[in-house]
């Protein structure tokens, strides 16, 4: 089975510019949440979404959104990109249900210049 | 509001040699609990879970953590180090109900370097 996927994996914007990050979970798990990693900050839970409906979300200003399609397939949006943003942004899939294990995509870098 | 203390960012250890990364929660009510592992450019990989039943838990690569409820710990350990196993070690818990286990909150993470 194939793992998650993240897409792109390496990404390079200017402050106050958007950006779309696109996450493909495992065939079959229909719950992505997306993290952000930090070296100041460690790793942050954003958001969760389930069945194209948001579950949960973390401490995070609005300028950070995201959706999920009918195929599971999750995309994150940052606008006004902030040098702060620079990070690794990471998504989790699991099949939901009484599963906790959540299985993580590869990352995508986000550089904010 | 739960969390999760990793002691320690750095641990050094010999090849060979026992490898003991401490992690401890607090919770009203004990949690679920995660070690994860991440290689440089990588992604997080799930090494071992605690869920229910047996407190001592086995996981991939020799890594196995016992859940102590009285100490509220989850400590990981591996009897012998490998070179293949430098990395950095994250200790998560989630809540057992309330439906934010989609919601994984993590330790701050231990680097481990392994010497030859």
């Known amino acids: 089975k194939a793992g998650v996927t993240q897409t792109p994996r390496y990404l390079i914007k200017t402050r106050g510019q958007q950006v779309t990050l696109s996450c493909s979970p495992i065939?079959?798990?229909?719950?992505v949440s997306w993290y952000q990693q930090t070296p100041g900050q460690g790793l942050q839970f954003l958001f969760e979404y389930f069945s194209e409906t948001q579950r949960n979300k973390g401490n995070f200003p609005g300028r950070f959104s995201g959706r999920q399609f009918s195929n599971s397939r999750s995309e994150m949006n940052v606008s006004t990109l902030e040098l702060g943003d620079s990070a690794l942004y990471l998504c989790?899939?699991?099949?939901?249900?009484?599963?906790?294990?959540?299985?993580f995509g590869p990352g995508t870098r986000l550089t904010v210049t | 509001a739960q969390s999760v203390t990793q002691l320690g960012s750095h641990v050094s250890v010999s090849e060979g040699a026992l490898v003991l990364l401490r992690c401890n929660y607090s919770s009203s009510v004990p949690p679920y609990l995660f070690w994860y592992v991440q290689y440089p450019n990588q992604g997080l990989q799930l090494l071992l879970k605690?869920?229910?039943?047996?407190?001592l838990v086995k996981g991939i690569n020799g890594f196995e953590a016992e859940f102590k409820k009285s100490e509220t710990s989850f400590h990981l350990t591996k009897p012998s180090a490998h070179m293949s196993d430098a990395a950095e070690y994250f200790c998560?818990?989630?809540?057992?109900?309330?439906?934010?286990?989609?919601?994984?909150?993590f330790g701050k993470g231990t680097k481990l370097s392994v010497k030859p």
């Open positions: 998560a818990v989630t809540p057992v109900h309330g439906g934010s286990q989609g919601n994984l909150i």
């Open positions: 065939s079959g798990h229909r719950s």
């Open positions: 989790a899939s699991r099949t939901s249900g009484s599963s906790y294990e959540q299985y």
């Open positions: 605690y869920t229910t039943g047996a407190t």
